[in-house]
T-cell receptor, first 109, second 114 residues
Framework: DAKTTQPPSMDCAEGRAANLPCNHS???????VYWYRQIHSQGPQYIIH???NNETNEMASLIITEDRKSSTLILPHATLRDTAVYYC??????????FGPGTRLSVLP | GAVVSQHPSRVICKSGTSVKIECRSL??????MFWYRQFPKQSLMLMAT?????????EQGVEKDKFLINHASLTLSTLTVTSAHPEDSSFYIC??????????FGNGTRLTVT
């Protein structure tokens, strides 16, 4: 079973920041938080991951709360091409990836 | 660019025939590859873990005699759907683990069994 809870869907206006929440209240100390997204009829695409500290790369930022029980993926300037299903996954390095239902993000013009 | 290549991207076959799907890691060696299945409007479900040089590990409820997995080299794993039936129609996705990096996924194979 997935160890995360995400809202089933969200809308975001094009050009605005998209903030996607994820709850992982049972996360253990050695589990990382990963974010992937899946655009229709494609394989999942890696976005970002982190353990305790906030992370940023060219695609997004990951904000992890101090207690690590939740996190937020931030797409700073959403475009129409960011419309996808976003998956938040927690796992220990070396474990399988278990996908939950994810959040369907719709970026609206 | 893509680091995991999956072929074919889509295939249509008749009921009772077998279909082979290939998954290749392009510029790294993958001792472990994973096969997922995804039905419409659902999430990815792990089918099996493919280990180079040894037998695959199947998830509960996945028939190993129906979904044959061969991981003959460090860059290639194949999934063969044997005696396919319409209910096997699905989106099959492979992934490969590169040491020290996040899991890479292929672009999937859309199987339609008529």
């Amino acid at each position: 079973d997935a160890k995360t809870t995400q809202p089933p869907s969200m809308d975001c206006a094009e050009g605005r920041a998209a903030n996607l929440p994820c709850n992982h209240s049972t996360i253990s100390g050695n589990e990382y938080v990963y974010w992937y997204r899946q655009i229709h009829s494609q394989g999942p695409q890696y976005i970002i991951h982190g353990l305790k500290n906030n992370e940023t790369n060219e695609m997004a930022s990951l904000i992890i709360t101090e207690d690590r029980k939740s996190s937020t993926l931030i797409l700073p300037h959403a475009t129409l091409r960011d419309t996808a299903v976003y998956y938040c996954i927690v796992r220990v390095d070396g474990q399988n990836f278990v996908f939950g239902p994810g959040t369907r993000l719709s970026v609206l013009p | 660019g893509a680091v995991v290549s999956q072929h074919p991207s889509r295939v249509i076959c008749k009921s009772g025939t077998s279909v082979k799907i290939e998954c290749r890691s392009l510029d790294f060696q993958a001792t472990t590859m994973f096969w997922y299945r995804q039905f419409p409007k659902q999430s990815l479900m792990l089918m099996a873990t493919s280990n180079e040089g040894s037998k695959a590990t199947y998830e509960q409820g996945v028939e190993k005699d129906k979904f044959l997995i061969n991981h003959a080299s460090l860059t290639l794993s194949t999934l063969t759907v044997t005696s396919a039936h319409p209910e096997d129609s699905s989106f099959y996705i492979c992934s490969a683990r590169e040491a020290g990096r996040p899991l890479h996924f292929g672009n999937g194979t859309r199987l339609t069994v008529t």
